[in-house]
């Protein structure tokens, strides 16, 4: 995770899947981190939350198919 207020990057517990490639990722409005899309090892149809106040990951809700290339946008009522 970067740090900007510090110029730094620190190390996250381990998420439940590893990505590679074309990874999106957004900050929610609570501080957590929202991290969607990519190549994955079983192409899961899946996101997961970081929650960095706990240094835990948690999966989204499994989208309607599978997508490698994403983009991420806060949008009005917490939406992304």
Avoid: Q
């Amino acid at each position: 995770v970067y740090e900007p207020t510090t110029n730094s990057f620190w190390y996250t517990s381990d998420s439940s899947m590893h990505r590679y490639m074309n990874a999106a990722g957004i900050e929610l409005d609570d501080g957590r981190v929202l991290i969607m899309g990519s190549e994955t090892v079983n192409n899961s149809n899946y996101g997961e939350i970081y929650d960095p106040t706990t240094d835990t990951w948690s999966t989204t809700p499994t989208r309607a198919r599978y997508i490698d290339t994403v983009s991420l946008a806060n949008l009005p009522n917490n939406k992304v």
